[in-house]
């Protein structure tokens, strides 16, 4: 069963544009968040002829792919092998592109030379496409990224369709019985997280950690199939890392103790790549001027919440945002609502960034920009609202001047009136996907 992704439209309206000579389309996202779903799901329902294959599997097309050196080799290629004709207005879907050495050197040739023609890409190591010496394809492609399911997309799964359209419409008119029974919701949603395969489990009543498990297991054998298994204790080690210290500087010294320099570039390249693949997010601390800009250290985030609590809670007692009352046991709950607002914000905003006004504190976890808007946004895993919750909101729009801030917590929703700066909107996390609705 295909549940409904928020990038459909998108998808369907590249497919749908007769605009000649248009980009390829880049669909990029960690494995089995549901890339080839997606674009196959587009692709069964716009009535034009398609073509499509998937390099991991197919390994002969990719072997005579490879063995072409000019474009016109590629072209006559799909012409022989599968009747593609880049002249006639067809679609190409080309999955697992990546797993070709040759194929990224071909792209920029796809836009200039098939007029007519739409080609969509896919990959969960998409950035392997253009390796070695091949040129980055600049202004010839479009690149959208998927990213698990949200909130809303977790509760169509489940069959609650008129509890995942309030959230996409940003309802705030919620009352305090509806506001606790989508908290119960959302404390599911941050257990299970939302990889399609695991939440379709959970759907159907099975047990879905094993499968968390097995695919920890398969991103980590990724890593070694594509670059040997010299650096896999250290790829752990950064999964590890970041999950543990979720919300908190990252170190390379969590990753190794004492790294020595050679250590130190190498956890800096895994991390590097981790990033490139959509594994983990990268979210740069600004600062108040350049220096200070340069001297803090990013965070970093799981691309998947359930992924997060499956590699450091799986020996805790069940934490949950409703029943969890005590403030030391609810510090893994922050961690992991901090984490799931950075895939929130990286939906739809490809850079994650946050600001630090001294390095001892005075900290802002996400700074969101909206054309020549710039709003602050602060987490908090309380269940009321709290004037202590704001400072550093206040903080930063008071120092630049910026009438909006938001706080994202579990909480009902809820709007502060700021005398002379502006107002702030607490907003339920479990709204954060709706997020342009409230800026």
Not at 93 to 119: C, H
Not at 152 to 161: H, Q, V, W, Y
Not at 241 to 254: C, E, R, Y
Not at 310 to 335: F, K
């Amino acid at each position: 069963m295909y549940i409904p992704r928020s990038l459909d439209l998108k998808i369907k309206e590249f497919i749908a544009d007769k605009t000649p000579n248009k980009n390829v389309l880049l669909v990029e996202g960690a494995r089995q968040v549901g890339k080839s779903s997606l674009v196959r799901q587009a692709l069964e329902n716009c009535n034009r002829k398609y073509f499509a294959f998937n390099l991991e599997k197919e390994t002969l097309m990719r072997r005579f792919i490879d063995d072409c050196e000019e474009f016109n080799e590629f072209d006559q290629l799909l012409k022989d092998r599968i009747g593609f004709d880049g002249d006639s207005g067809h679609i190409l879907f080309i999955d697992e592109a990546q797993e070709s050495r040759k194929l990224g050197r071909f792209v920029r040739f796809m836009k200039e030379e098939w007029r007519n023609s739409t080609v969509i890409l896919t990959g969960s190591t998409l950035s392997r496409l253009f390796r070695d010496d091949i040129r980055y394809p600049v202004g010839r492609i479009q690149k959208v990224t998927l990213w698990p399911f949200s909130f809303s997309e977790f509760l169509r799964a489940l069959g609650k369709e008129d509890v995942a359209d309030e959230i996409c419409k940003g309802k705030t008119d919620i009352s305090l019985n509806r506001h606790l029974y989508l908290l119960e919701l959302y404390d599911l949603f941050l257990i299970t997280g939302g990889l399609p395969e695991i939440v379709m489990a959970r759907a159907n009543g099975k047990d879905f950690e094993p499968l968390l498990d097995q695919l920890i297991a398969d991103y980590e054998n990724d890593f070694v199939r594509i670059f040997g298994e010299k650096d896999i204790a250290i790829v752990k080690s950064c999964f590890k890392s970041v999950a543990n210290f979720v919300g908190s500087p990252s170190k390379n010294t969590s990753v190794i103790p004492s790294p020595s320099t050679p250590q130190n570039a190498r956890i800096n390249d895994i991390f590097s790549r981790l990033e490139s693949w959509h594994l983990l997010i990268k979210s740069e601390q600004k600062g108040p001027n350049a220096e200070a800009n340069h001297s803090y250290l990013p965070k970093r985030y799981m691309f998947d919440t359930g992924i997060l609590r499956r590699l450091r809670e799986s020996a805790w007692p069940s934490i949950s945002v409703i029943t969890t009352l005590s403030s030391a046991s609810r510090i893994p709950l922050g961690g992991a609502l901090e984490n799931q607002c950075a895939i929130d914000i990286s939906r739809f905003s490809e850079n994650v960034f946050g600001w630090k006004k001294y390095s001892s504190g005075g900290e802002i976890d996400f700074i969101v920009k909206k054309l020549d808007m710039t709003v602050p946004v602060e987490c908090k895993a309380s269940l009321k609202f709290d004037r202590k919750h704001i400072r550093g909101l206040l903080d930063y729009m008071a120092e630049y001047k910026v009438g909006i801030g938001i706080l994202a917590s579990l909480a009902p929703y809820q709007q502060i009136n700021v005398p002379g700066t502006g107002k702030i909107t607490n907003i339920p996390a479990y709204m954060l996907e709706a997020l342009d609705r409230f800026i």
